[in-house]
């Protein structure tokens, strides 16, 4: 059974970072593509970053140098710096791997508001 738990999510003023993380078990270690989406009040679920298993990434145009995807295969976590926040990253954020899906709709995902 694959698990997927996000954490890191908070209130924070524009301008401002946190660390997202997703502990995962159930995958393949290191061989799935994971990527990070996020779903505001009212619009639709959206890919925000992704990366292979080889350490490829891949950015949604409007997070592109705000953002940065990682992954620890060791300790079977993916991560999201986020960086120069804006009011418009407020949003639910989740995780996912290749062959899931969007998990807006079935995943715990963890809260990120940012105030001006």
């Known amino acids: 059974e694959v698990q997927l738990v996000e954490s890191g999510g908070g209130s924070v003023q524009a301008g401002g970072s946190l660390r997202l993380s997703c502990t995962f078990s159930?995958?393949?270690?290191?061989?799935?593509?994971m990527m990070w989406y996020r779903q505001a009040p009212g619009h639709d679920c959206e890919m925000v970053a992704h990366?292979?298993?080889?350490?490829?990434?891949w950015y949604e145009d409007f997070v592109k140098g705000r953002l940065t995807i990682s992954r620890d295969n060791a300790k079977n976590t993916l991560y999201l710096q986020m960086s120069n926040l804006l009011p418009e990253d407020t949003a639910m954020y989740y995780c996912?791997?290749?062959?899931?899906?969007?998990?807006?709709?079935w995943g715990q995902g963890t809260q990120v508001t940012v105030s001006s």
């Open positions: 996912s791997a290749d062959g899931l899906g969007p998990p807006c709709e």
């Open positions: 159930g995958l393949p270690s290191g061989s799935s593509a």
């Open positions: 990366i292979t298993n080889y350490g490829t990434t």
